[in-house]
T-cell receptor, first 109, second 117 residues
């Protein structure tokens, strides 16, 4: 069992839909990161969370430390949101990221 | 630009050939990481530098993989006698933070896509 699991693996949505991507982890963490990776491109950090909720534009990330679960929400989705969204955790006392396998999102116009 | 850069962006190597992948981190960033990302998978940790010191190389898959950061800035990941299973995207990331106990955001380069034939 992977230490960081994401669901769904693939997601297709119509433009304007509300999207939720989930991440569960089984290790102690110091922070959780949501990352975005476009095909052929590098990885961009969207959020770093250790508690609660953060919002940036149409993106919202939440984390529940007790349940070891985080969600990334995209409101009013747009085709330019099409990318792979990766959840990663920084484990307690270390600097390493442990990555989920990613959620491939495609938003159709 | 002010971001992390990597070169080459693409590399095709014949099996058995040695390759060298370069990473230029953000200026002033103390920490530097190398990750390997197989097709359809999330990245996996290879090695970590704090300045010029390689503090963790536990993720390097074999002794054919070697990384260095001699002056605490640019880093090179070298793969000797490449094998087909080495085909992957190699990502470099840097972080301002040096302390292991404090999680810092990592800034990623565009990656080098290595294909071993």
């Amino acid at each position: 069992k992977n230490e960081v699991e994401q669901s769904p693996q693939n997601l297709t949505a119509q433009e304007g839909e509300f999207i939720t991507i989930n991440c569960s982890y089984s290790v102690g963490i110091s922070a959780l990161h949501w990352l975005q990776q476009h095909p052929g491109g590098g990885i961009v950090s969207l959020f770093m969370l250790s508690s609660g909720k953060k919002k940036h534009g149409r993106l919202i990330a939440t984390i529940n430390i007790q349940e070891k679960h985080s969600s990334l929400h995209i409101t009013a989705s747009h085709p330019r949101d099409s990318a792979v969204y990766i959840c990663a955790v920084s484990t307690s006392g270390t600097y390493k990221y442990i990555f989920g396998t990613g959620t491939r999102l495609k938003v159709l116009a | 630009g002010a971001g992390v850069s990597q070169s080459p962006r693409y590399k095709v190597a014949k099996r058995g050939q040695d390759v060298a992948l370069r990473c230029d981190p953000i200026s002033g960033h103390v920490s530097l990481f190398w990750y390997q990302q197989a097709l359809g998978q999330g990245p996996e940790f290879l090695t970590y530098f704090q300045n010029e010191a390689q503090l963790d190389k536990s993720g390097l898959p074999s002794d054919r993989f070697f990384a260095e950061r001699p002056e605490g800035s640019v880093s090179t990941l070298k793969i000797q006698r490449t094998q087909q299973e080495d085909s992957a995207v190699y990502l470099c990331a840097s972080s301002l933070m040096a302390l292991a106990a404090v999680p810092g955001a990592q800034y990623f380069g565009p990656g080098t896509r290595l294909l071993v034939l």
